[in-house]
Structure formats: structure tokens, C-alpha cells
T-cell receptor, first 113, second 111 residues
Framework: GQQLNQSPQSMFIQEGEDVSMNCTSSSIFNTWLWYKQDPGEGPVLLIALYKAGELTSNGRLTAQFGITRKDSFLNISASIPSDVGIYFCAGRLVGGSQGNLIFGKGTKLSVKP | EAQVTQNPRYLITVTGKKLTVTCSQNMNHEYMSWYRQDPGLGLRQIYYSMNVEVTDKGDVPEGYKVSRKEKRNFPLILESPSPNQTSLYFC??????????FGPGTRLTVT
């Protein structure tokens, strides 16, 4: 099936540092979603993107829908310990059905106080 | 509070013993789906439903059944569970915009 390449797989950073992660594909998407999953919980939606070039913020988080429509980026500024978790990207292909999302394998973020 | 609920949250069972994991959403979403999450494999879709009485296979449907008799409920049925179905399961529902909302998860162990 279709694949999303999410990188990096894991990150170990110091509190206060900025974080960047991305998802890429060879296919074209019309929706990008970013989720965070805390241990033992379900993924929680952070940001949704619907147009190429769109840049959307949610507090210290900023995500962008790539111009080529094949990628998306998530940045976290001034990380804090509660940012720890696994971050997933998800995309809906052009022509794909509602909710039929493809997920990246996640970026595991660890923050050292 | 708008939410997706799943029950049970944890389940240990034996091979071959039929089980059902319930899922319910109170957001009037038409779209619902089930995923399993395994280390190194990420989230994989099992089944999805576009509306009442409309269901379709996802990427890994073997060994699972679903039904959608009411809009709010979407149970996952394992007729004869096997150890390779040990996993973390998530139910989710979606707006037409594609925003998917997940339940808290059900951790299933099949011995």
C-alpha cells in the first residue's frame, strides 16, 4: 500500500530546544493531520492542514502543508517535558475516501529537563 | 463531552474464545474505523464504515468482523482470536473534513 516516510524515528532533546519532524511521500495528498500519542492513550489531533503551502499554529506547535503536496512538517518550539510522546503524521490521498488516512510510523520524542 | 469510548480497555483471553470490543461515539459522525497498533508497524486500519450498514475492509481485515447497525456504535468482533491478534486497538470516528478522533485504546492479549 501507500507509504508515508516519517523522520526522524526518535529524538532526544534538551528542554527548551526546538524540534522539527517531517513526513514525505511519493504520492499527492489533499489533507495532512498531525497527532500526538501519550503512553497508554489514543492519538490526539494537534493540527489539520488542507491546502498546499498552508501554515498553521497551535500554541508552540506549527505545521506546514508542503508546496508539492507530497510532504508536511511539524515544528515544536521551546520544548517542555510534557511534549514527550509519539508524534504521528497522517495524510489523505487525492481521490481518497473520507477518513481513509495513511499514517507515518511516528517520531518518538524524549525531552530531558 | 465529545468523545469516542471503547470497552474493555484491557482484555486477556485465550485462543479461540470469541470476543467483542465495543466502540461508541457521541459526535454524530458518519465515518468510523478500527486500527491496530503494533511496535514498528505503526497504525494499520482493520475495517472502516462510511455510514450505517456500510462497512469495508482496511489494510489488515483478516480474522476480524465489524457491524454498523447504529450510527454511534461500531463493534469489533474476533470470532476466533489467535496470538497474532495481540495488539493495541483503537476505534476512531471522523468528520467529513477528515479529522479523525481516536478512542483511548483496548489492549488485547491472546494466549
Amino acid at each position: 500500500g501507500q507509504q508515508l516516510n516519517q523522520s526522524p524515528q526518535s529524538m532526544f532533546i534538551q528542554e527548551g530546544e526546538d524540534v522539527s519532524m517531517n513526513c514525505t511521500s511519493s504520492s499527492i495528498f489533499n489533507t495532512w493531520l498531525w497527532y500526538k500519542q501519550d503512553p497508554g492513550e489514543g492519538p490526539v489531533l494537534l493540527i489539520a492542514l488542507y491546502k498546499a503551502g498552508e501554515l498553521t499554529s497551535n500554541g508552540r506547535l506549527t505545521a506546514q502543508f508542503g508546496i508539492t503536496r507530497k510532504d508536511s512538517f511539524l515544528n515544536i518550539s521551546a520544548s517542555i517535558p510534557s511534549d514527550v510522546g509519539i508524534y504521528f503524521c497522517a495524510g489523505r490521498l487525492v481521490g481518497g475516501s473520507q477518513g481513509n488516512l495513511i499514517f507515518g510510523k511516528g517520531t518518538k520524542l524524549s525531552v530531558k529537563p | 463531552e465529545a468523545q469516542v469510548t471503547q470497552n474493555p480497555r484491557y482484555l486477556i483471553t485465550v485462543t479461540g474464545k470469541k470476543l467483542t470490543v465495543t466502540c461508541s461515539q457521541n459526535m454524530n459522525h458518519e465515518y468510523m474505523s478500527w486500527y491496530r497498533q503494533d511496535p514498528g508497524l505503526g497504525l494499520r486500519q482493520i475495517y472502516y464504515s462510511m455510514n450505517v450498514e456500510v462497512t469495508d475492509k482496511g489494510d489488515v481485515p483478516e480474522g476480524y468482523k465489524v457491524s454498523r447497525k447504529e450510527k454511534r456504535n461500531f463493534p469489533l468482533i474476533l470470532e476466533s482470536p489467535s496470538p497474532n491478534q495481540t495488539s493495541l486497538y483503537f476505534c476512531a470516528s471522523s468528520l467529513p473534513s477528515g479529522k479523525l478522533y481516536f478512542g483511548p485504546g483496548t489492549r488485547l492479549t491472546v494466549t
